[in-house]
């Protein structure tokens, strides 16, 4: 509406596809307040919608409240202490009916318009379409109303011919100035006549196809093309999936014939190969490595990781958290200097004799065992010497310390007086 009737449309609706801008409302120049040019007119009671009448809420509510003016001071105080629920009950399928059938879209103003004082009383267009007649109108002019009406021509039409169509509409088609008049009538003055159509000095029309000879270039029916209405994506049946198998295995059957004799006739005469020398296909590739290959190439990957050999000590040693169980980091060391890592041997060796290797006795194998393993540990004993007598000179002083201090006399201490 705004974009129309504004003076310079193309700049209204530039401003209005800015971005992040509002309209500013036309009271923002007035001296009185916002809403006040409303006290003297007379504001009507709300109306319920039509929708909602359909319930007969209102009759129900005018019936209720005639028994309540009929009620004594006293039956009303009574209702008030004690009041009783359900007095206007309405059946539920009406109340469905009336909000889920019959309930229209209230009227609401369109994105981006704001309101302003006399908004709800202006004239709207809607149901008014500019080159439509109503038979109001028809009437006042004194024009026939009916199914022919259309064939007779307004009165202004003699005039739009001589000075062209409306500024404010410049794409409305009017019969018999940029538009086909109506089939059984004709051009002319005479009654009923449609005046003289606007033409130039050759005889082409000014304002539009007045004469519908444009249209009949775009009459040919257009052939529509075939547009393929499967679902993309759909699973293909087991049918057609057996069909195209059958129609592979035939196929491959088919290979399997006689062989034409046309291969032969194709040979060159000269008798040279296309194919160089050394480039001939092998009949199989092997892509696998042997096992010498992978043996003498995994020759040079570092070890994944180096087992320490484990001493076995009886002794708990000096350490505050000491174990039996201790591993050899030196052997760790020198693996890794060589670059190979072996397997160290665990536990205690035992030397056999093959003489003796029929003895079945677990006690005797027992018994060498643990004189093998004491022998072992022999050079790897600790000499506690040194920390016996340390802890013996520390001893021998604490007593002396405690023996000095029993001898000396009691601290003898001043008499405070209070």
């Known amino acids: 509406m705004h974009d129309v009737t504004a003076k310079d449309p193309k700049l209204l609706v530039h401003l209005k596809a800015t971005r992040n801008t509002v309209p500013v409302p036309r009271h923002w120049c007035f001296k009185r307040k916002y809403l006040q040019g ?100 028809r009437i006042a002019l004194g024009m026939p109303v009916g199914a022919n009406a259309h064939k007779v021509p307004p009165p202004w039409l003699i005039a739009m011919q001589r000075y062209g169509p409306p500024p404010s509409y410049p794409n409305l088609k009017i019969p018999g100035l940029n538009a086909p008049i109506p089939e059984g009538c004709s051009f002319g003055y005479h009654a009923g006549g449609w005046g003289k159509p606007p033409v130039d000095n050759m005889g082409k029309p000014i304002y539009g196809d007045v004469f519908g000879t444009q249209g009949k270039d775009f009459d040919t029916p257009l052939t529509e093309e075939e547009v393929e209405r499967t679902l993309w994506g759909e699973l293909e049946s087991e049918s057609e999936e057996e069909s195209e198998e059958e129609s592979e295995a035939e196929s491959e059957e088919d290979g399997s014939g006689l062989v034409t004799p046309g291969e032969t006739g194709l040979v ?90 029929d003895l079945v006795d677990t006690d005797a194998m027992a018994a060498r065992y643990e004189a093998t393993l004491r022998e072992q540990q022999k050079g790897e004993e600790e000499d506690f010497s040194d920390m016996v007598a340390e802890h013996a000179a520390k001893q021998r002083n604490k007593r002396r310390k405690q023996q000095q201090d029993q001898s000396k006399p009691a601290k003898k201490y001043k008499d405070f007086k209070f």
Request: aromatic residues 6%; without cysteine.
């Open 38 to 137: 409303k006290r003297g007119i007379e504001k009507p009671p709300f109306e319920l919608p039509d929708f909602i009448k359909r319930t007969g809420i209102m009759e129900m509510r005018a019936a209720l409240q005639e028994k309540e003016d009929q009620k004594t001071l006293k039956a009303k105080m009574r209702d008030k202490v004690r009041p009783k629920m359900g007095k206007i009950d309405i059946d539920y399928q009406k109340l469905h009916d009336a909000f889920f059938k019959w309930q229209t879209k209230p009227k609401m103003t369109i994105h981006g318009d704001l309101y302003y004082e006399g908004k709800e009383f202006e004239t709207k267009m809607k149901d008014k379409k500019p080159g439509e007649m109503s038979d109001d109108l």
């Open 268 to 357: 060159t005469p000269s008798g040279i190969s296309s194919l160089p020398a050394g480039l001939e296909t092998p009949d199989m590739i092997e892509l696998r490595k042997k096992r010498m290959e992978t043996e003498m190439e995994g020759g040079d990957t570092p070890a994944l990781y180096t087992i320490l050999p484990e001493k076995r000590t009886e002794t708990m040693g000096r350490a505050m958290m000491g174990s039996t169980h201790t591993y050899d980091i030196s052997a760790a060391a020198a693996a890794a200097s060589t670059g190979t890592s072996k397997s160290a041997p665990q536990g205690v060796e035992v030397a056999l004799d093959p003489s003796e290797l």
